[in-house]
C-alpha cells in the first residue's frame, strides 16, 4: 500500500453536518489524490495535490474541499455532508509518469 | 453498501484456467498503462504496468499485452486461482500526466 493511511475507516454521519477525511503518507510522493467510487461509476477523480498547498479540482470537486500543508497529509472535507455524497473514498499517491498508490479507503455513510 | 463489482462486466472462470480480461483506451497520447486489482473491501492495489515502446510484459503469472493500433490492452492470468477473484481495471497515462484516467473494470470470479 506504499505506507498510505486514511482515517476513519468508516464514518456515519449526518446530512447538514461537516465531515474530514484524512490522507497519510510516509512515501514522500509529491502527487496526492481523492477519489470517490460508486457502483455503476468507478474511480471518480475530486480533487488532487501536486505540492504542498498547491490543490486542483477534480471531475466531481462540487461540495468538497481539500487541505495540504504538509508533503505527507491530504484532507478532504465535506463542508454540509449530504446523501449523494455517501460513497467509499480512497486516496492515493504517486509521481509523474508513475503508478498510483491507493489506500484502504474510507465508507462514508450519510442518513 | 453495495459492492463495487456490482454493474461491471464479469468474467467466470474455472480454478486453473487462464484468465484474459480486456481494456480499450481512449487516449492515442496515452503512453503508460496500468492494471489493478480490487478486492472487496480494499483498495486497488498496483499488478502490473507497461509502457508504450513495449507491446508485452510478464510478471508472475501476469501477462500484460498492448496493441497500441486498436487502443486496446489485456491482462492475462494464468492458472487462475480462488485468491484472483477481484475487480480488475486499467488505467491509461498521456504522456507527462499526472491523472490517469480508469476504466469502470472486470468483476472476475474463479469457481474452485
Known amino acids: 500500500d506504499a505506507g498510505i493511511t486514511q482515517s476513519p475507516r468508516h464514518k456515519v454521519t449526518e446530512t447538514g453536518t461537516p465531515v474530514t477525511l484524512r490522507c497519510h503518507q510516509t512515501e514522500n510522493h509529491r502527487y496526492m489524490y481523492w477519489y470517490r467510487q460508486d457502483p455503476g461509476h468507478g474511480l471518480r477523480l475530486i480533487h488532487y495535490?501536486?505540492?504542498?498547498?498547491?490543490?486542483d479540482k477534480g471531475e466531481v470537486s462540487d461540495g468538497y474541499s481539500v487541505s495540504r500543508s504538509k508533503t505527507e497529509d491530504f484532507l478532504l472535507t465535506l463542508e454540509s455532508a449530504t446523501s449523494s455524497q455517501t460513497s467509499v473514498y480512497f486516496c492515493?499517491?504517486?509521481?509523474?509518469?508513475?503508478?498510483?498508490?491507493f489506500g484502504p479507503g474510507t465508507r462514508l455513510t450519510v442518513l | 453498501g453495495e459492492s463495487v463489482g456490482l454493474h461491471l462486466p464479469t468474467l467466470s472462470v474455472q480454478e486453473g484456467d487462464n484468465s484474459i480480461i480486456n481494456c480499450a483506451y481512449s487516449?492515442?497520447?496515452?503512453?503508460?498503462f496500468i492494471w489493478y486489482k480490487q478486492e472487496s473491501g480494499k483498495g486497488p492495489q498496483f499488478i502490473i504496468d507497461?509502457?508504450?515502446?513495449?507491446d508485452k510484459r510478464q510478471g508472475q503469472r501476469v501477462t500484460v499485452l498492448l496493441n497500441k493500433t486498436v487502443k486496446h490492452l489485456s491482462l492475462q492470468i494464468a492458472a487462475t486461482q480462488p485468491g484472483d477473484s477481484a475487480v480488475y481495471f486499467c488505467a491509461e497515462n498521456p504522456g507527462g500526466s499526472y491523472i490517469p484516467t480508469f476504466g469502470r473494470g472486470t468483476s472476475l470470479i474463479v469457481h474452485p
Open positions: 507497461i509502457r508504450s515502446n513495449m
Open positions: 495535490s501536486y505540492g504542498v498547498k498547491d490543490t
Open positions: 492515493a499517491t504517486g509521481n509523474r509518469g508513475d503508478t498510483q498508490y
Open positions: 487516449n492515442s497520447a496515452s503512453d503508460y
